[in-house]
């Protein structure tokens, strides 16, 4: 609230004059009667009317200004905190994200901060009601001490329920806003491009709606305590408020038979007890919203106190920039790695399958032990090893998704503790084996790397990763959209929009994890001669498994166990006779693979490849077949339409 102190006192200032409004009308409604209409003075009654009917407009204006300001503390409030929460998030380790789920998540951001903000308006309207409820009770005192010590005794009724009612409310608030967030985590994970294909691929229609229709009764339920404990509060003051107005007529009744006041008096003091319950049921109502307030506010701030795992250090240099100077060495001293944690990097609301509490505080198992090279600058350094040796989690350190445990990773002889996050972000790319793209057109997802490029570079990148034609064919070019999850394009065009997005960028360090995976053959090819130019006079750290990369690196590094077992060249290694020579002969010797046999001849065989159609692309040409046939390892008859072909080809590599 302190960013908001201004707007706050000039919300006790609107409040002030509006109060006053309340006060007076009573008083002026007096005398329009006892001076007024019993003594028969016209002038008196129509002066004094007009005074009210201005005060009316001046309230209605105070009134409109009082919800102006506090609507603009309230939303302030909300914004400075989504963006905080934002920000944090952004902040957490890769470990946070693959164990929250993120409809859980988007829901703290949105429908949590979304009811704060609303709670907080109604919290500071009902705040700015106790200046009002002074004003009156010391109108009514003055007026009749009597008529007001019988208001004054009906408040405890007005206050016990509300102190009912708030802790209720604020165990239903929690559990509504944790059911709407897992509901709308069933809707993100089912309703993205891969869920959905996954649902329709092995999904069981009616268990999923079973399913989902089961959370969102528990929501629907939830809903309805929710709502009649939030009316019944405001149904038991009305009532309160009506009986007490009956009694105050009755006893005030009484008075003005015994001449003790005019009727005018019974008639302010009538209205002035309308004017005070008004404020007292929202003052009443006041602990409710508050502790409804602070069920968000706690959602919310139990993000913001998990601490981030990856902090930039206070005095924190720079790594130099990738200026075409000279690329600079990878070296890792000693670095052993276990990844953190449940406990220390998720938060088990954000969790839809939560480990029990002796399980999150449990030791993982260490990943990486003691593990030292020197990745040479400007070489290409290939990692290579069986799965789950640790090489994904190697690159992971260089570009500081995780810390090492004990050890230091240096890129140009600095530790990658002391350097600033943009720095490193500027100096290291990375091409994951699964690249990932927001939904929206190939322009975006380009620019993100580099948002100051022109229409050329960006086509030069698109040329250079063998993706200019695809692009150039598509009706909207570099603006078409890519779907979710870049889901329009086929696992080979992700991976070559991925390096365009890589050359444009052009770091000084380039980490390739499998990043030729999905590719042909044929695109294969191309990329590798992208890669050639691409990685020339670049530090380059690559995973891979296809021999053509492999025989092209400065040096291969054998990663098992978390440790380097063996290290060399290709022809070094298999000289070796070790897990090198034993992985190779095993996996790139054998019939049907990308590789070359230890003497160095070619290897022909047989593999189902599409025919070339123009624009090889999944955009350039997804559209149905209508009619023909759908062939496999075959042929049509001459001059038939719509036919998709995929026949067999004899390729030498």
Known sequence: MRPHRSALFLLLAVTAVDSLIIVSTPLLLMKIIDDGILRDDMAVVTAIALVVAGLAVVDALAQLGQSYISGRIGQGVSHDLRV???????????????????????????????????????????????????????????????????AVGMLPLFVIPGIYVGRRLQRYSREQMQANGELGGIISERFNAGGAMLAKLYGRPREEADAFETRARTVREVGVVWTVYSRLSFIFMALLASLTTALVYGVGGGLVLNDVFQ??????????????????????????????????FDRLFEILDLKPLIEESPDAV??????GGPAPEIEFEGVSFRYPRAG??????????????????KETA???????????????????????????????????????????V???????????????????????????????????????????ATERELLDACRSA??????????????????????????????????????????????????????????????????????????????????????????????????VRESGTHEELLAEGGLYAE??????????????????????HEALVPTPVPGDGDLAARQPVVGGSLALGGTVPPGAGGDLVVRRQSEEH
């Open 583 to 604: 992985l190779y002969h095993t996996q790139f010797n054998r019939p049907g693979t990308n590789g070359t046999g230890p003497d160095g001849g070619g290897h022909a």
């Open 263 to 296: 009727i005018g008096t019974l008639v302010a003091l009538a209205a002035l007890l309308g004017r005070l319950y008004g404020p007292i049921t929202q003052l009443s109502a006041m602990q409710s919203n508050a502790l409804t307030a602070m069920v968000s």
């Open 366 to 408: 260490e990943v990486l032990h003691d593990l030292s090279f020197r990745a040479p600058a400007g070489k290409l350094t290939a990692l290579v090893g069986p799965s789950g040796g640790g090489k994904t989690t190697t690159t992971h350190l260089v570009s500081r998704l995780y810390d090492p445990t004990s050890g230091t």
């Open 410 to 452: 240096r890129i140009d002889g600095h530790d990658l503790r002391d350097v600033t996050l943009d720095s490193l972000r500027d100096v290291v790319g990375v091409v994951s084996q699964d690249a990932h793209f927001y939904h929206d057109t190939i322009r975006a997802n380009l620019l993100y790397a580099r948002p100051e």
């Open 84 to 150: 905080e929460t934002f920000k944090h998030v952004q902040r957490q380790p890769m470990a946070f994200f693959t164990r929250t789920q993120i409809g859980l998540l988007a829901s703290r951001l949105n429908g949590d901060v979304m009811l704060a903000q609303q709670a907080l308006s109604t919290l500071l309207t009902s705040a700015t009601s106790a200046l009002t409820v002074v004003l009156v009770l010391a109108e009514m005192f003055y007026l009749s001490w009597l008529i007001s010590l019988i």
């Open 466 to 563: 063998r993706i200019g034609d695809l692009v150039a064919s598509l009706p909207s070019g570099l603006d078409t959209v890519v779907g979710d999850r870049g889901y329009r394009l086929s696992g080979g065009e992700k991976q070559r929009l991925a390096l365009a997005r890589l050359l444009l960028k052009a770091p000084s360090v380039v980490v390739l994890d499998e990043a030729t995976a999905h590719l042909d053959s044929e695109s294969e090819a191309a990329i590798q001669r992208a890669l050639t130019i691409a990685l020339r006079n670049r530090t380059s750290l690559v995973i891979a498994h296809r021999l053509s990369t492999i025989r092209e690196a400065d040096q291969i590094l054998v990663i098992d166990g978390g440790r």
């Open 318 to 323: 720079a790594l130099p920039a990738p200026d």
């Open 344 to 361: 220390d990097v998720s938060l088990v609301s954000l969790e839809s399958s939560a480990l029990s509490p002796a399980e999150r505080e």
